[in-house]
């Protein structure tokens, strides 16, 4: 047996016994639809680094640049479809319904069109505008864009609703995911680097920090080892889009 069959094993053990499920995922579930990650492409974008066009301070130095660089992500993202992995999750979702949450650092919409409803957007979505003036969160899609558009409310730019380094997460959603992560039996921790907070640090929260007992058991599912490895009880090294569709089938979903 290799060794991922047995982790394999002993994750689906885990879950059979598990009452809550939380899931936090980054972009390493959508690797396999074609969807780059941050870190692989070295943290740039056209030449730009990553850091400079989801900021608050690239938007004020170049709203039209930030704006084509969503743009562009949207045009991609509504090309691409979700993974086995996707599915997977949406799979685990319906066997425990509303004890499963999964929260996600993606914003490119992907686990909802796989089937997930209980999907906590931790770092906004591509498919949403927010308005710079009055705060109206509105529906956009992929089609052309000439430009930034204005609120149709008040007339002030739109800004991609979407949370930038050095920006707090929407504490509704920060709060039901923290909430989550703690009251969970397990934890799977798929595709992400685990670098950025306060996202990564949900991960430590299913442990409980010595208060909570017994503590969450974490499975990482990663191509590699991770930040996150040292919180992770069980690791599923292989790409996503195989190894959570193979956990399924250990449980019979
Ligand atoms: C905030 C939206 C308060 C943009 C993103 C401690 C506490 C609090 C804050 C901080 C802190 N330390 C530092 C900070 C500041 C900062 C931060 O965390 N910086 C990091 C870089 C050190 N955090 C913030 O600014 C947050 N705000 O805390 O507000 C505050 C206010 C003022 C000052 C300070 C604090 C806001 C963070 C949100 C930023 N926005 N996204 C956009 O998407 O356009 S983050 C961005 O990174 C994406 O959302 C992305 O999802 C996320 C994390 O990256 P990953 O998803 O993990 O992707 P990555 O490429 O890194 O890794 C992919 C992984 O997948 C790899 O491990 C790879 O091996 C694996 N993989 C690849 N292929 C596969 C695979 N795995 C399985 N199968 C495969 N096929
Ligand atoms: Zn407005």
Not at 3 to 24: F, M, Q, S, W, Y
Not at 39 to 48: C, V
Not at 113 to 132: D, P
Request: net charge negative; glycine share 10%.
């Amino acid at each position: 047996m290799s060794d991922l069959d047995a982790e394999l094993d002993r994750a689906a053990a885990a879950l059979r016994g598990a009452t809550r499920v939380a899931v936090l995922t980054g972009a390493g579930v959508s690797a396999e639809s074609g969807v780059p990650t941050f870190r692989a492409s070295d943290g740039l974008w056209e030449g730009h680094r990553i850091e400079d066009v989801a900021h608050p301070t690239g938007w004020r130095r170049d709203p039209r640049l930030v704006w084509q660089f969503y743009h562009a992500r949207r045009a991609k993202a509504a090309e691409v479809c979700p993974n086995p992995g996707h599915a997977a999750l949406a799979k685990l979702e319906a066997k425990w319904a509303d004890r499963f949450t999964l929260a996600t650092q993606n914003v490119d919409g992907l686990h909802q069109r796989a089937g997930s409803q209980r999907v906590l957007e931790l770092h906004g979505s591509l498919w949403r505008t927010r308005c710079t003036g009055c705060g109206e969160v509105a529906a956009i899609g992929a089609e052309p864009s000439a430009g930034i558009p204005p609120c149709p409310t008040c007339a002030a730019p739109l800004r991609p609703d979407i949370v930038w380094f050095g920006e707090n997460l929407d504490p509704a959603v920060l709060g039901a995911a923290e909430e989550a992560a703690f009251a969970c039996d397990v934890l799977i921790v798929a595709g992400t680097s685990a670098v950025v907070f306060p996202a990564a640090g949900l991960i430590p929260l299913a442990k409980g920090g010595g208060v909570k007992r017994p503590p969450g058991v974490v499975i990482e599912c990663n191509l590699t080892p991770t930040d996150a490895s040292r919180h992770a009880d069980i690791g599923l090294y292989g790409p996503s889009g195989e190894t959570l569709p193979r956990l399924c089938d250990r449980l019979g979903l």
